[in-house]
C-alpha cells in the first residue's frame, strides 16, 4: 500500500489532517489529503487519530492499531491535578516483589511518552534479582569511596552514604527496593536521555495507579553517567546502547496523608 490511503466515500476534504501533520508530508490532492512528501512521515500518527471521518490510514501509523478515545480530557481537572500532586518519591518499601505482568504493564505505559521527533527509542532492563540489586548497591558505594578520595571536590552526599551503609548496613542507594528499572537508548541517539525524563516519568505516575511507588536512583545514574566500568559490568548492556535512567520501584511501605506544598509559583509574562 501506498503511505497513506484515503478512503474517498468518507473523506470531506476537511484539511485537519493537513493541519496536523508535523513535518508537513500531507497536502490536498483532486480526490483528497496525498503524501507529498511521504520520506519526511515521523509516524506519529496525528493523521489518521485527528480525521472526524475514519477516512485516512497511514502504512506507518496503522487505523487497526489506534484504539477509539471515547472521552477526552479523561480525567477532570480536580481529579487529574490532585492525582499528579500525590506522586511521592518512595524509599521505603515493602519486601515484596512486584508480579512480572505489572512491571511489564509500567514499561508498556511508558514507551507511549513523547519522544523528538517520534524517534522513541528508550528500551529497559528490569532487574529483580536480590543478588544483583546488592551488588548494585556495593559498587555504588566503592565509587564513592573512591571519589571522596581524589582531589576534586565529590558530591556532598558521598560521605553520609558511605558512613550509612559502611558503619549501620543501611542502603541509601536504591533504599532496598525490590526492583531496578533501567532506561536504554543507543548510544548515537541525540535525544537518549530527553526521552528517557519524559518515558520514566509516565512510568512513575502511571505506578501509582497500581499501588505502586518509585524513585529515581540518582545515584546511580551518577556512578553510570562517570562510567564506572565495575557498575556498567553488572548491568550486560547491550553493544551500542548506553543507559539513560534508572528508577527503584515497589510496593511503598507506608501511606502518605497529605499533599506536600512546594515553593511558590515563580512566573513571568512577556
Given at each position: 500500500m501506498e503511505l497513506i490511503e484515503i478512503n474517498q466515500e468518507k473523506c470531506i476534504k476537511c484539511g485537519i489532517c493537513i493541519d496536523e501533520c508535523p513535518t508537513r508530508v500531507l497536502v490536498m490532492g483532486a480526490d483528497g489529503p496525498v503524501a507529498g512528501q511521504p520520506q519526511n512521515c515521523n509516524e506519529c500518527g496525528h493523521c489518521v487519530a485527528?480525521?472526524?471521518?475514519?477516512?485516512?490510514?497511514?502504512?506507518?501509523?496503522?487505523?487497526?492499531?489506534?484504539?477509539?478515545?471515547?472521552?477526552?480530557?479523561?480525567?477532570?481537572?480536580?481529579?487529574?491535578?490532585?492525582?499528579?500532586?500525590s506522586r511521592r518519591s518512595i524509599r521505603c518499601y515493602k519486601n515484596t516483589a512486584v508480579p512480572r505482568d505489572t512491571l511489564l504493564k509500567l514499561v508498556e505505559i511508558a514507551r507511549f511518552a513523547p519522544t523528538a521527533s517520534n524517534r522513541q527509542g528508550v528500551s529497559y532492563l528490569i532487574i529483580e534479582d536480590k543478588e544483583i540489586l546488592k551488588k548494585v548497591t556495593e559498587t555504588t558505594i566503592e565509587w564513592m569511596e573512591a571519589e571522596v578520595l581524589k582531589d576534586a571536590p565529590s558530591h556532598w552526599s558521598f560521605p553520609i552514604h558511605i558512613r550509612a551503609y559502611r558503619k549501620n548496613g543501611l542502603d541509601n542507594i536504591l533504599h532496598d527496593a525490590p526492583h531496578l528499572i533501567l532506561a536504554m537508548a543507543s548510544n548515537d541517539l541525540s535525544n537518549g536521555r530527553e526521552n528517557t525524563i519524559f518515558s520514566l516519568a509516565y512510568l512513575e505516575l502511571f505506578a501509582t495507579s497500581l499501588g505502586l511507588g518509585s524513585c529515581w536512583a540518582g545515584l546511580i545514574e551518577m556512578c553510570v553517567f562517570a562510567k564506572y566500568g565495575p557498575l556498567l559490568e553488572l548491568f550486560k548492556i547491550p553493544n551500542g546502547k548506553v543507559i539513560t535512567g534508572a528508577v527503584m520501584l515497589g510496593y511503598p511501605k507506608y501511606k502518605f496523608k497529605r499533599l506536600v506544598d512546594r515553593n511558590p509559583l515563580d512566573v513571568t509574562w512577556l
Open positions: 485527528i480525521c472526524p471521518r475514519e477516512a485516512i490510514d497511514n502504512q506507518k501509523a496503522p487505523f487497526v492499531n489506534q484504539p477509539t478515545l471515547k472521552e477526552f480530557p479523561v480525567l477532570n481537572e480536580k481529579t487529574a491535578q490532585q492525582f499528579l500532586r
